[in-house]
């Protein structure tokens, strides 16, 4: 079985702090790690200002099944208003290798 990463590239919504947008993914916290196939997730933020949101799961469908669900959620709408809509990209990748300490 080959895992698939879910890679979601963004920018803030003007207004935005760091601390904020941080706070607002831990919300979504419960809802990733109840969603059937998630393995692992990372939230990152480069030195140019864009923002990397890295979610591991086990198959292509259960990171569908929780891509089409997510914009139910309670969390969901704080999210959304805190990025910047024309700056997100979206992609699915199959997870070739993975090293952990």
Known sequence: MTHVAEIVTFTLADGTTPEEFVKLSQASEAFVRSAPGFAHRQL??????????YVVWTDMKAAQDAAAQFPQQ????????????????????????????
């Open 74 to 101: 309670e969390c969901a709408a704080g999210m959304m208003a805190a990025i910047n809509p024309e700056s997100v990209q979206m992609r699915h990748e199959a997870v070739l290798w993975n090293m952990t300490a």
């Open 44 to 53: 990152s933020q480069g030195a140019d200002g864009r923002w990397t949101d």
